[in-house]
C-alpha cells in the first residue's frame, strides 16, 4: 500500500488541470503540500 506522503511520488507527473481548462501554450505550475497549513492558505488565496 502507497499513501500520499510516500517519497516516490515525488518522481511521479500529477494531473493540475482538464483538457479544456488549459490553453496551447505551456505553463509553468507548482504543486503545494496540502499537509501544510500554511501551504493550504497560499493555495487557497490563489482560487
Same mark, same amino acid.
Do not use: K, Y
Given at each position: &500500500?502507497?499513501? @500520499?506522503? @510516500? =517519497? /516516490?511520488?515525488r518522481r511521479?507527473?500529477?494531473?493540475?488541470?482538464?483538457?479544456g481548462?488549459? *490553453?496551447? +501554450? =505551456? *505553463?509553468?505550475? &507548482?504543486?503545494?503540500p496540502?499537509?501544510? =497549513? $500554511? /501551504? +493550504?492558505?497560499? $493555495? /487557497?488565496?490563489?482560487?
Amino acid at each position: &500500500m502507497i499513501s @500520499n506522503t @510516500n =517519497p /516516490a511520488l515525488r518522481r511521479c507527473w500529477h494531473p493540475i488541470a482538464r483538457s479544456g481548462e488549459i *490553453g496551447e +501554450q =505551456p *505553463g509553468r505550475f &507548482m504543486l503545494l503540500p496540502v499537509a501544510d =497549513p $500554511a /501551504a +493550504q492558505a497560499a $493555495a /487557497a488565496a490563489l482560487s
